[in-house]
């Protein structure tokens, strides 16, 4: 059974600085990797995915994040956070076998100015 | 505009009671999904529908139920079986890989 791990509930951090938020994935299948972000009381919006191609993909708000099969890892990263990137974001891997997303725990981001 | 309309966005059930959540795509996906929120558990897959008139159970169904009659339109059921029902839902389609919409959920409570 695939499984995503967030290894972060919570990550802290000054306006304008960078951030990692970490996310690790079990597959032995072809793995499709999605990163969204959720607004309070709001549903999930895509930041981002990786289904195959460069390791490095860039989303929107200025995110990216790197596929590493070796670590079995996706990370989502960003140089200069902003106070409106204060949210809960979520990692996520596809079922193939039921073509539903598997999600995370998430890791709430909490930009400080 | 194209998009995923959840109803009502707030609820409120009573114990013993039946409540049904309404999730309607104008998006033209085959597939659609209720998920279920719960602080620090991220989001569990309810049901799923690949089709029209075809549904699966996902991770935790148990005192929940699905219909699929239109494309367009599938309403969740919470039933009295469904212990802890107070979560935050989500329903969402799809229609490429993994590129799933989401609506803009529905609070339950129990009271």
């Known amino acids: 059974a695939q499984s995503v791990t967030q290894l972060d509930s919570q990550v802290p951090v000054f306006e304008e600085a960078p951030v990692e938020l970490r996310c690790n994935y079990s597959?032995?299948?072809?793995?499709?990797l999605f990163w969204y972000v959720q607004y309070p009381n709001q549903g999930l919006q895509l930041l981002l995915k990786?289904?195959?191609?460069?390791?490095l993909v860039k989303g929107i708000n200025g995110f990216e994040a790197e596929f590493n099969k070796s670590q079995t890892s996706f990370h989502l990263r960003k140089p200069s956070v902003h106070i409106s990137d204060t949210a809960e974001y979520f990692c996520a891997s596809l079922d193939t076998g039921r073509r539903a997303l598997t999600f995370g725990s998430g890791t709430r981001l909490q930009v400080q100015p | 505009d194209g998009g995923i309309t959840q109803s009502p966005k707030y609820l409120f059930r009573k114990e013993g009671q039946n409540v049904t959540l309404s999730c309607e795509q104008n998006?033209?996906?085959?597939?659609m999904y209720w998920y279920r929120q719960d602080p620090g558990q991220g989001l569990r897959l309810i049901y799923y529908s690949q089709i029209v008139n075809d549904f699966q159970k996902g991770d935790i169904a148990e005192g929940y139920s699905v219909s699929r009659e239109k494309k367009e339109s599938f309403p969740l059921t919470v039933t009295s079986a469904q212990k802890n029902p107070t979560a935050f839902y989500l329903c969402?389609?799809?229609?490429?890989?993994?590129?799933?919409?989401f609506g803009q959920g529905t609070r339950l409570t129990v009271v």
């Open positions: 597959s032995s299948v072809s793995v499709y």
């Open positions: 998006l033209n996906h085959d597939a």
């Open positions: 969402a389609s799809s229609m490429e890989t993994g590129r799933a919409f």
């Open positions: 990786y289904l195959s191609g460069s390791t």
